[in-house]
């Protein structure tokens, strides 16, 4: 079983509808949890983080954190064909690593 | 954010040649890190510093060594590419910020050993 697995998709979402991205780790001892955006061909770059159960806004991103299930997600509210992009999500066990998962391709539909 | 900057950006080679790639920041962070990334797989981790000659291995084996002789400078080595070595290699520092360590990425190396 890999630390953090992610539905590899593709994911098609209709502009303007709510994108959910979904991710799951193994390890307990996961602290923190990261979002990145990578276009192809390009590197990643940080949405956000979240380390708290609950939910953490940040302009039409959401960060879901469930540490009783190990679960974290991604909300993106009205999607626009911009957002098209693979979503990284990554796990940090509070030491300096990250444990990424392979990401989940998502295509807005104009 | 952090300025990280990578070259070459694409690199083209044959089988064992020597090859450096090179990756520089300039805000002063003290970790940085290289992953290997192959299309549509995950980030691996493959040579981490926390500082000046400050190296270690990550958590996939590679051939490659990496050495760290000032803060801003972390450039990776292959001595004898091969064509397995053929990936896209990401360099990333970190910055600690809302009591987490925060990584960002250079464009990255796209490394084709022939």
Request: aromatic share 10%; hydrophobic share 30%.
């Amino acid at each position: 079983q890999k630390e953090v697995e992610q539905n590899s998709g593709p994911l098609s979402v209709p502009e303007g509808a709510i994108a959910s991205l979904n991710c799951t780790y193994s390890d307990r001892g996961s602290q923190s949890f990261f979002w990145y955006r990578q276009y192809s061909g390009k590197s990643p770059e940080l949405i956000m983080f979240i380390y708290s159960n609950g939910d953490k806004e940040d302009g039409r991103f959401t960060a879901q954190l469930n540490k009783a299930s190990q679960y974290v997600s991604l909300l993106i509210r009205d999607s626009q064909p911009s957002d098209s992009a693979t979503y990284l999500c990554a796990g940090n066990r509070g030491n300096e690593k990250l444990t990424f998962g392979t990401g989940t391709r998502l295509t807005i539909i104009p | 954010e952090a300025d990280i900057y990578q070259t070459p950006r694409y690199l083209v080679i044959g089988t064992g040649k020597k090859i450096t790639l090179e990756c520089s920041q300039t805000m002063g962070h003290d970790k940085m890190y290289w992953y290997q990334q192959d299309p549509g797989m995950e980030l691996h981790l493959i040579h981490y510093s926390y500082g000046v000659n400050s190296t270690e291995k990550g958590d996939l084996s590679s051939e490659s060594t990496v050495s760290r002789i000032r803060t801003e400078h972390f450039p990776l080595t292959l001595e004898s590419a091969r064509p397995s070595h053929t990936s896209q290699y990401l360099c990333a520092s970190s910055e600690f910020r809302a009591g987490k360590n925060i990584q960002y990425f250079g464009a990255g190396t796209r490394l084709s050993v022939l």
